[in-house]
């Protein structure tokens, strides 16, 4: 990462969005809210081996065992986004050590782990609104009793691939490649727009 660097400075992706984030924002019924870079990194292992019980025990919590879930790591999560794919984030670690550490367990047992973490970004979708504003432009069924805490899917949002976490029934992140970034936050802040008063 950047603060290592002398004469760089990191900078979240979506910076130049904040006001407009904070200006959406309604009370308690939606706040948009940009999360601060993590650490992260894609882990590609065997899911019938014992690889990732030696990775969860080196992270210092089980991955989750099914896909589409997450659980909660010592300073981050474990999301399973598919049969042999996981994503790891640290809010603690060094991007470049952790990425090391993880792939150095992985591929002891023909796993492989990549650091992510300047790949992705995520914005907090908080609120009773929450769900409501993202089923403008997501096709999944975000009723909490089908996409409850503990969930993550990959899906679209509006244009744009998102991989979307439930942290509780109020409560959800849009983890997104920085790339596409922008397009998510404006689209938030357009969709936001139906809920002002």
Do not use: K, N
Request: proline content about 7%; glycine content about 8%.
């Amino acid at each position: 990462m950047a603060d290592g660097i002398p004469g760089l400075t990191l900078v979240h992706p979506l910076e130049g969005r904040r006001d407009a984030l904070a200006a959406a924002s309604v009370g308690t019924l939606l706040s948009l809210d940009l999360e601060a870079p993590v650490a992260a990194v894609d882990l590609r292992v065997d899911p019938d081996g014992s690889g990732p019980a030696a990775v969860g025990a080196a992270v210092g919590a089980a991955l989750p065992a099914r896909p589409d879930t997450w659980t909660a790591l010592p300073s981050g999560l474990a999301l399973r986004l598919g049969p042999d794919e996981w994503l790891l984030t640290s809010t603690t670690a060094d991007p470049q050590d952790w990425e090391f550490h993880v792939d150095e367990t992985a591929s002891a047992h023909g796993g492989m782990a990549v650091d992510v973490s300047a790949q992705r970004t995520s914005v907090r979708v908080r609120g009773t609104a929450a769900r409501d504003l993202l089923a403008f432009g997501c096709s999944l069924d975000l009723r909490p009793a089908a996409f409850p805490r503990g969930r993550c899917a990959q899906t679209l949002l509006g244009q744009a691939a998102v991989v979307l976490v439930a942290y509780d029934v109020d409560d959800l992140a849009l983890i997104v490649r920085s790339s596409f970034a922008g397009y998510v936050a404006d689209w938030l802040v357009d969709a936001a727009a139906e809920f002002q008063p």
